[in-house]
């Protein structure tokens, strides 16, 4: 007889995010970090970073186990498995779990936050894998798949077999953009909408609605933390690492309290007139192109990669 697993519902936490995250290599000659990063939040939960040696994308994925299958939410910034051996690190971790939880027939579904490049790229290394639901990428297929309807402020559930995950469509920064809320943890996970980090509104008024939406949602049930794809803030308030950066050794940890949604709603609301780059104490928000604020990133970035290489890590 199957070992069924109890997830909590209604009760969320027990796990901890006490983690130093790998953030790049002191020296850029001489890389040190692993490829990959694995944390279990607890034994049904795991986060994992793409090294900075790899991407300086460094984005954080997130692997949810449940007694009939597991969901893969994103699957990094780069395909070749040599470099990030993406695919064999997850068949490790659900191996090592399927040994304490014996079953046959386990699934695996890969999902993606979004459909932007930094998020998907590893999804190649799942192909033919068996047992494997590759979500495609289209807005229209991502509905389809968890069962979202036009209606925005529809919830879907999605369930991993006694793990009911609710899924909401938040598009603004992406058409397909998804957040999901795990009630056995309390995390809600939104991909690059709300991290701490660079929040890109290329469309700003479904951007501002889907802030609502989260912040809505979050006052309805039991957020532990926001999880979000990328850390680009350091700890200073309103600094943040340039675009490009390969070492980030001060960055704000990824987890972010649920109270946060309400200040990205908030300062999202009073730019709704006012397109440019803004800082807040843990996040920018990007209203509109930013043309310039982009290349001032991008300059920014590579001269602090420059002085890396040449003088030694920043400070």
């Known amino acids: 007889m199957v070992d069924e697993v109890e997830f909590a519902s209604g009760r969320p936490g027990g796990g901890g995010l006490n983690v130093r995250w790998i953030h790049g290599s002191p020296s850029l000659r001489h890389r040190t ?4 990063q694995v944390h279990a ?24 186990f449940g007694n009939r299958r597991a969901l893969l939410v994103d699957t990094g910034a780069t395909a070749d498995a040599a470099r990030f051996p993406l695919r064999t690190t997850v068949d490790g971790l659900v191996d090592a779990w399927l040994a304490r939880h014996p079953r046959e027939n386990y699934e695996l579904v890969v999902a993606h936050s979004h459909s932007h490049l930094d998020h998907r790229a590893g999804d190649p290394q799942f192909a033919g894998r068996p047992r494997t639901t590759i979500v495609e990428k289209e807005p229209d297929r991502v509905r389809a798949f968890f069962g979202l309807s036009e ?30 809320y ?9 991909g690059d909408t709300v991290c701490p980090g660079r929040l890109y509104a290329f469309d700003y008024p479904a951007f501002a ?28 308030p309103g600094e943040d690492y340039p675009v490009g950066s390969l070492y980030q050794p001060h960055e704000r940890p990824v987890q972010m309290a649920a109270s946060r949604l309400v200040a990205v709603r908030d300062a999202a609301e009073s730019l709704r007139s006012a397109p440019g780059a803004y800082p807040f ?11 310039g604020a982009l290349l001032h990133q991008v300059v920014r970035g590579k001269l602090r990669n420059l002085c890396h290489r040449l003088f030694g890590p920043p400070a």
């Open 281 to 291: 104490e843990d996040f920018w928000i990007y209203h509109g192109p930013c043309t």
């Open 33 to 36: 970090d692993p490829p990959i």
């Open 209 to 236: 609605a889907s802030l609502q939406r989260l912040a809505n949602f979050a006052d309805r049930h039991a957020v532990t933390y926001v999880m979000g794809g990328h850390v680009e803030m350091s700890e200073t």
């Open 41 to 64: 939040y607890d034994e049904h939960t795991f986060v994992l970073r793409e090294s900075k040696d790899v991407s300086y994308e460094a984005p954080f994925l997130y692997l949810l």
């Open 151 to 180: 209606d925005l402020d529809a919830i879907a559930r999605f369930d991993l077999g006694g793990r009911v995950l609710e899924v909401l469509s938040i598009p603004g920064h992406h058409p397909a953009s998804i957040a999901i």
């Open 182 to 190: 795990d009630p056995a943890t309390g995390f809600l996970l939104t």
